[in-house]
Structure formats: C-alpha cells, structure tokens
C-alpha cells in the first residue's frame, strides 16, 4: 500500500531551453561530437521534480539528519516522445519501507499517457555509506562487440549545471563537507546524470531507447571520467542494450538496462 500519493499539472510542461542545455551537457561529456544526443533525453521528467506541485516529494527524497541518501535504481519508459512545453499532467505514489523509498511518477500530455519513472532510495549511515565501492569488471564481461567509449572527466561545473536543470538539492553533490558528514571522500556525481550518459552513449550509436533501468553500485566522485562499454543484442521478441559505467581500477559504478525500439 501507497504512504503517499500525489497529483498536479505542469502548464508549461518541460522548457525547450532545459531540454536543449540537458542535451548540450550531455552531448560535451560524451564527446559526441558527431551524432550529439538529438532526441529528448530520459532523463529529462526527473527535471519537473522542481515543479511546486511537487514539492512534498522531492522533500520525502532527503535523507533524515545524519543520514546520507544511496540512489539504488531508476527506470524511465517512453510511450511516446516527451516534447517541450507541452502541458503536464503527474501522477504517482510513494512507498516506505523502513529506510528504503519508492517513488512511482506517471506522465500524460493532452490526455495520452507519455511514459513512467521509478526512482529507488535508501537512507543509510555513514559508514555503510562509506562501504559502498561497486562491483568489479572482470575481462570475462568484455564480451565479443562491446563498445568502448571514454567521457570527459564530470567537473564541478558540469556537475552544477546538470544540478541547476534538475533542481537537486542535495548537498553531497555540490560540496566536500557535506558529502564527508555523511561517508563519501568527495562530493559525486548525481546518479541521474550517470543514467543520462548511459542513455547518451546508445543514442550516439544510433539506436533509440523505449525503456532503460539503471542500478548503481557505487558512487562516483566529481572530476572523474568514467568507460561506458556497451552491449547491443537481439532475440525473438526485442532489441536489447546493456551498458557498464566503469571507473578506475576497473570498478563498476553503474549498469543500465535498455529495451530498444524496433525503428531503431
């Protein structure tokens, strides 16, 4: 059963020029320079979190005093492309169970549902915050047609510029301290902007997506690059992509699960 749900309208849905500064920020990180990522990205809705009718929950997203916030897993999928200011219609519910927290977002425009995300957190001390270092990539899962491609490092700026599109007020990505008080070395790169990235790199290799689940396994610090190799199969039924999201000392910070589209 629901804790909370929660309804409201966005009049003036996403901001052309929003959407436009995500894809710039997301395109200079991947280097894309060829492709560029033209379609709106997924990530994009988690941008209306800022949206005042929403403010309850963003606020149940911040951990309690002393506690530090994992961003465990998000998923967005598309039904249809989410165009720019276009009015919005959000729906949803929240989920507690203990410290871990589900938040369920539905998206309609002019009647016509466009997609969903799924965001999952937990609340966590500071020293299982400190314990989380991710998962190791081993030479058996750089399979035969994976594709390498490096980012630039995620700096401060570009880190504060995806903040400032996303409304995120969590301190841990903006300052050192803040980050330290709850566990972390150094502030990090929000876990959305990673999703984005995945999302970016299969765009920039010509496929499009329709769904993509991301887990994180660990955080990754700002002014680090990352290697996203990615994975492109076919069965019966769908295309499907995985990405690794691989920092140093060959550590995995993130994998993101895609359902491509069969135009793609």
Known sequence: MA????????PSGLSRGDVEGLRDLLSNVLRDD???????????????????GLADVSKRMQPPAGMGVVHESQMFRRSHPLKSEVP??????????????????????????IGDMQ????????????????GQFRAAMDVPGTRWIET????????????????????IHRDDMSAQAVGLLQAVVPGMLIAGLCE????????????????FL??????????????????????????F???????????????????S
């Open 88 to 113: 919005l219609e959000i729906s949803g519910e929240v989920t507690a169970a203990g410290d871990a927290h589900k938040f369920d977002f539905s998206l309609v425009a002019n009647g016509m549902s």
């Open 119 to 134: 965001t999952r957190l937990r609340f966590v001390t500071p020293d299982l915050m400190g314990s989380l270092k991710g």
């Open 152 to 171: 630039t490092p995620l700096t401060r700026d570009a880190v504060s510029a995806y903040l400032k599109l996303s409304h995120d007020p969590n301190p």
């Open 34 to 52: 060829a492709h560029g990522v033209t379609s709106s990205p997924m990530i994009a809705p988690a941008m209306l979190l800022g949206a005042p």
């Open 3 to 10: 804790d909370a749900v929660f309804s409201t309208s966005v």
């Open 218 to 243: 660990a955080p990754l610090a700002v002014e680090k690059a990352v290697r996203l190799g990615v994975q492109v199969k076919s069965d019966r039924s769908k295309s499907r992509a995985r990405v």
């Open 200 to 215: 970016a790199v299969i765009t920039s290799l010509s496929h499009m997506a329709i769904e993509m689940r991301t887990r």
């Open 245 to 263: 999201v691989v920092a140093d000392s060959d550590r995995i910070i993130a994998i993101a699960d895609f359902i491509l589209s069969e135009s």
